[in-house]
C-alpha cells in the first residue's frame, strides 16, 4: 500500500531560520517520485520540489533542499532563510512507477514564519 | 502561459441543486484529476481520468459525476446527492504514466451551498 505520512500539523519557525518539515512514505513500486507542495492562504497548489528515488544527490531549488534517506523512507523538506512569506500549509506527495497516475498525499503541516 | 483554469473562484448554491464545476488545461497532458479539501484537511481524491471518455472514482466518488469528452476539458458536477458538498475543490493535471511529473492544479473553485 502506498501511504505518506507527515507527523506535524503545525510548525513554528524564526525569520531567518531553517526550517525541516518531515516526511515519511510507504510504497512496494521499484521506482517513485516525491514531491512537496505549499499551499498559501489563498488556496493555490504551488509545486515546489521533485526527488526521484533513484536520484544520487538530494535535490535543491532555491532556498528548498529535500533531504532524502531512501532506507529510512523519508523525504524531509528543508527550507534555509525563511520569509514571512512561506507560512503556508506544506503537502508531501507521491507517485509510483506501477501506480503511476494515483497521487498520493499526506496530510500536510501548517508552517508559521514569526517575524 | 499554459496552465489550469478553473472556474468560477467562488460558487454559492442552494441544497438541492446541481452545480459543474469547470475545469480546463492547455498544459496537453493526458491525465487529469479533482480533489476535495476541507478547512485544514489534505486533498481526498474524487474522480480522475487517464485518457479521453475513461475516468476512475477516487476515494470520495459519492454525489459527484464527471465527463471527459475533451482532453483539455474535465467538469466535475456535484450532485444533490452529496451530502456534505461545501469546500474546495481543486483540478489538477499531470502527463500520463510518468512517475518523475508533478502534479499542476488549477486555482480552486470554492463552493459553498445552503
Known amino acids: 500500500a502506498q501511504k505518506i505520512t507527515q507527523t506535524q500539523p503545525g510548525m513554528f519557525v524564526q525569520e531567518k531560520e531553517a526550517v525541516t518539515l518531515d516526511c515519511t512514505y510507504d510504497?512496494?513500486?521499484?521506482?517513485?517520485?516525491l514531491f512537496w507542495y505549499k499551499q498559501p492562504s489563498s488556496g493555490e497548489m504551488i509545486f515546489l520540489i521533485y526527488q526521484g528515488s533513484y536520484d544520487q544527490q538530494n535535490a535543491t531549488e532555491g532556498r528548498y533542499s529535500l533531504n532524502f534517506q531512501k532506507a529510512r523512507k523519508s523525504a524531509n523538506l528543508v527550507i534555509s532563510a525563511s520569509q514571512l512569506g512561506d507560512s503556508a500549509m506544506y503537502f508531501c506527495?507521491?507517485?509510483?512507477?506501477?501506480?503511476?497516475?494515483?497521487?498520493?498525499f499526506g496530510t500536510g503541516t501548517s508552517l508559521t514564519v514569526i517575524p | 502561459d499554459g496552465g489550469i483554469t478553473q472556474s468560477p473562484k467562488y460558487l454559492f448554491r442552494k441544497e438541492g441543486q446541481n452545480v459543474t464545476l469547470s475545469c480546463e488545461q492547455n498544459?496537453?497532458?493526458?491525465?487529469m484529476y479533482w480533489y476535495r479539501q476541507d478547512p485544514g484537511q489534505g486533498l481526498r481524491l474524487i474522480y480522475y481520468s487517464q485518457i479521453v471518455n475513461d475516468f476512475q472514482k477516487g476515494d470520495i466518488a459519492e454525489g459527484y459525476s464527471v465527463s471527459r469528452e475533451k482532453k483539455e476539458s474535465f467538469p466535475l458536477t456535484v450532485t444533490s446527492a452529496q451530502k456534505n458538498p461545501t469546500a474546495f475543490y481543486l483540478c489538477a493535471s499531470s502527463p500520463r504514466g510518468t512517475y518523475n511529473s508533478p502534479l499542476h492544479f488549477g486555482n480552486g473553485t470554492r463552493l459553498t451551498v445552503t
Open positions: 498544459l496537453n497532458h493526458d491525465a
Open positions: 510504497t512496494s513500486d521499484p521506482s517513485y517520485g
Open positions: 506527495a507521491m507517485r509510483g512507477s506501477n501506480t503511476g497516475n494515483q497521487f498520493y
